[in-house]
């Protein structure tokens, strides 16, 4: 019998104390694929380094948001950036249903419980993001659940329709947002810009960025440091005490 070697024996990450029966062992590495849970299916890369108060990133795909477009996920907006491994990363996907479907993006909430039960991570440090599709939905749970986020990001992605600038208001008040879209995304980037100025009026800490030479779907060109940036800044869900006065007005 061949004696395993290092890269056939995965490397164990921590779990903490009291996770539920029915969590799978971690893995560090490549994302570890997550199915046969109550939550499941979706994909999760844990940190570098063991750390029960790491913060934890939710990023849903495009299209139907199906297992192919968690992988892009990871592929094109997560894994070439730089301080990725300082973060757990979550990209669920669904199989039968369409992800944008209401009953299936609730599944959101299931999967960040599960994560953070099974795999630990400080739930007052929880970012919400998504592209296209993935991006309705990040930002329609968002207003849904503001408590359960400390950040939100569309990469591209809007608010439903309609929803009105004092609904954003009341739901994002102390939270910041990145409204990212591909310089040449010309079916998105009016609207993009558009929610991003709405946001200022009422007050929200909202960052607009064009993805130089990119179009709707990020590529592996691109280079997602600039996400990474905009989770640590905001790591702490804290504004300036001007900008809280004022979107509370």
């Not at 903490?16 to 299916?41: H, N, R, S, W």
């Not at 207003?143 to 994002?172: C, D, M, N, Y």
């Not at 702490?236 to 001007?242: F, H, I, R, Y």
Request: hydrophobic residues 35%.
């Amino acid at each position: 019998m061949l004696t395993p070697t290092p890269t056939q024996t995965p490397i164990l990450a921590w779990m903490p104390p009291g996770a539920p029966m029915y969590c799978l062992a971690p893995e560090k590495g490549e994302p570890q694929e997550i199915i046969g849970t109550p939550a499941g299916p979706y994909f999760v890369h844990h940190p570098k380094q063991d750390n029960p108060n790491v913060p934890t990133i939710v990023f849903l795909g495009g299209g139907s948001g199906s297992r192919r477009s968690a992988q892009r996920i990871w592929a094109n907006y997560l894994s070439g950036g730089k301080g990725v491994d300082d973060f757990r990363a979550v990209m669920p996907y669904s199989i039968d249903l369409e992800y944008n479907d209401p009953g299936e993006a609730q599944r959101t909430f299931k999967i960040l419980d599960e994560v953070l039960a099974c795999y630990g991570g400080d739930p007052k440090q929880v970012h919400i993001a998504g592209f296209s599709n993935g991006g309705y939905v990040a930002f329609e749970l968002m207003l849904q659940h503001p408590e359960r986020f400390v950040t939100l990001l569309g990469a591209p992605g809007l608010f439903p329709r309609l929803s009105t600038p004092e609904r954003w208001a009341k739901a994002l008040c102390g939270h910041a947002v990145f409204n990212g879209v591909g310089s040449e995304d010309y079916d998105w980037k009016e609207d993009v810009q558009t929610t991003h100025a709405g946001l200022l009026k009422v007050g929200i800490a909202s960052e607009y960025v064009e993805f130089k030479n990119q179009s709707h779907a990020l590529n592996e060109a691109f280079d997602e440091t600039v996400f990474f940036d905009f989770w640590r800044a905001n790591g702490s869900g804290k504004v300036t005490s001007a900008t809280a006065a004022q979107c509370h007005n």
